[in-house]
């Protein structure tokens, strides 16, 4: 009989609780540690108490940039929790040549996001495709400022996130759908429920689970975006900065030899504390649902 020695769990558990540790757990204490400190790149730096949380409440790019991510949380949630449904329930007949569709909608999603978003820069430049169809259309006598204009920026790249991501959440409503049995919609229609009705009362149901899973993902992702943002306006953050992202905020004071490690910290904890209300308002309004 073979006799299991108590430390052999662990050691096959160990290179995973050591990694776990050194590159998750110890960041985020540091994180909350340099929170409280001035430190640099270069330097410990010392205690500071609140100072770097007073300095939150009176920093005008921040006010900028959590509007910004309000903006693209309002916009993005509805967007990629419905377009994509719509998409999958398309997709998902079986019909000839559907595979092809099927793969193209999915090729932006392992496209890199900044190759993506240069691309879609290049589209919607002054001298791009867009502004060329529009004033050879007679539909804009000058170039549309997509790029340099404050809220034209912001919703150029909730486009440019609404269009790479559908087909991501396209596939995780395949899966969902796949499990919404067939003898419900047909019992449905032998009740006489068209088409729509079978939507809201039979597939709406069965996708349930995965709107709120898309609904969170969505959430986190909205409020932490940066290649869009940071790409399509050159890293610049548009006109005077006022499209920066939280994220692009954080990489701006915490980066370089002068970088203001203390406060870009205290930035990421709050952008921790806002990512985790909408999280916790979607569980508890699918628990109310249920």
């Given at each position: 009989m ?19 540790a ?10 909350v ?53 719509l998409l ?108 729509v ?63 203001h ?18 999280m ?11």
């Amino acid at each position: 009989m073979t006799h299991r020695r108590w430390f052999t769990p662990w050691l096959l558990a160990g290179p995973a609780i050591v990694w776990l540790a050194v590159f998750n757990l110890w960041p985020a204490a540091n994180t909350v540690i340099l929170s409280f400190t001035n430190a640099k790149p270069l330097g410990g730096g010392r205690f500071t108490g609140l100072a770097n949380y007073e300095r939150i409440l009176d920093d005008e790019q921040l006010a900028d940039a959590l509007l910004n991510s309000v903006i693209y949380l309002l916009l993005c949630l509805p967007l990629l929790t419905f377009l994509p449904l719509l998409l999958a329930l398309l997709v998902q007949r079986r019909i000839p040549g559907i595979a092809f569709f099927r793969t193209a909608f999915y090729t932006p999603v392992v496209a890199s996001a900044v190759v993506v978003a240069l691309i879609w820069g290049w589209v919607l430049d002054d001298r791009g495709l867009v502004n060329g169809v529009l004033r050879q259309t007679g539909l804009a006598d000058s170039p549309v400022p997509f790029l340099t204009d404050r809220w034209l920026l912001l919703l150029s790249a909730i486009a440019l996130t609404t269009w790479k991501g559908l087909g991501y959440y396209m596939v995780i409503y395949l899966s969902a759908l796949a499990n919404v049995g067939r003898d419900l919609h047909e019992a449905a229609a032998v009740d006489g429920a068209g088409a729509v009705r079978r939507f809201w009362h039979v597939t709406l149901p069965g996708v349930r689970p995965a709107m709120l899973l898309i609904s969170v993902l969505i959430s986190v992702s909205s409020l932490r975006v940066f290649s869009e943002l940071y790409v399509l306006s050159n890293g610049t953050g548009g006109p005077g900065g006022r499209d920066m992202s939280v994220v692009m905020l954080i990489q701006m004071y915490g980066r370089g030899f002068t970088g203001h490690l203390g406060y870009a910290s205290a930035l990421s904890l709050l952008l921790f504390v806002i990512t985790l209300g909408p999280m916790l308002l979607l569980t508890r309004l699918n628990r109310k649902a249920a």
